[in-house]
């Protein structure tokens, strides 16, 4: 079946550096996708959404880009800071029901 | 800021024991769900609920799982005969529009033994 995954299993990034987390999904009706963020022991935390009729939003810090001519999301975040340190999941909404990708952690080195 | 809280935090159950985990979406949530991870690995989706039914269901959620909405604020899960590969960690979330981002809860650790 189809399904969203992710490029990267691991990155780790030098603090106050950019950071981009890569994320492929297969569904070509997919329309709209959300980044999440999960901290150790904690539910996944909304970070930026975007509908497929955009190809870029921004947030405070973070920027998510959407390409769907190759079916690829993108998540920058801008002057990472130790506290950005996480897994970070992309999602597809299938049917009104959020399906994730398989996560990538962040290490912010100081 | 609304949260999505769970209970327990954290259960150990025996193999075969019914267990049944507890949340409270945020207030004027709509739709309702359940997620869970098994250590390491990605959120899988179980299932949806909106207007007291089932909207959608994973191929995880099986005639061992059940999901009510017992009263106007908890959302439960129900795990009838537990197995060892059920021990992860179950999240709750709640959206006040089914195609928009979710709340999640901080989860509750399922272990079997």
């Known amino acids: 079946g189809e399904s969203v995954g992710l490029h990267l299993p691991t990155l780790s990034v030098q603090e106050g550096d950019n950071s981009i987390i890569n994320c492929a999904y297969s569904?070509?009706?997919?329309?709209?996708f959300i980044w999440y963020k999960q901290e150790s022991g904690k539910g996944p935390q909304f970070i930026i959404d975007?509908?497929?009729?955009?190809d870029k939003r921004q947030g405070q810090r973070v920027t998510v880009l959407l390409n769907k001519t190759v079916k690829h999301l993108s998540l920058q975040i801008a002057a990472t800071q130790p506290g950005d340190s996480a897994v970070y999941f992309c999602?597809?909404?299938?049917?009104?029901?959020?399906?994730f990708g398989a996560g990538t952690r962040l290490t912010v080195k100081p | 800021e609304p949260e999505v809280t769970q209970t327990p935090s954290h259960q150990v159950t025996q193999m075969g024991q019914e267990v049944i985990l507890r949340c409270v979406p945020i207030s004027n949530h709509l739709y309702f769900y359940w997620y869970r991870q098994i250590l390491g690995q990605k959120v899988e989706f179980l299932v949806s609920f909106y207007n007291n039914e089932i909207s959608e269901k994973s191929e995880i959620f099986d005639d061992q799982f059940s999901v009510e909405r017992p009263d106007g604020s908890n959302f439960t899960l129900k795990i009838r005969s537990t197995k060892l590969e059920d021990s992860a960690m179950y999240f709750c979330a709640s959206s006040d529009r089914g195609d928009y981002g979710y709340t999640f809860g901080s989860g509750t650790r399922l272990t079997v033994v």
């Open positions: 975007i509908r497929s009729n955009m």
């Open positions: 569904n070509s009706a997919s329309d709209y």
């Open positions: 999602a597809e909404n299938e049917n009104n029901d959020m399906r």
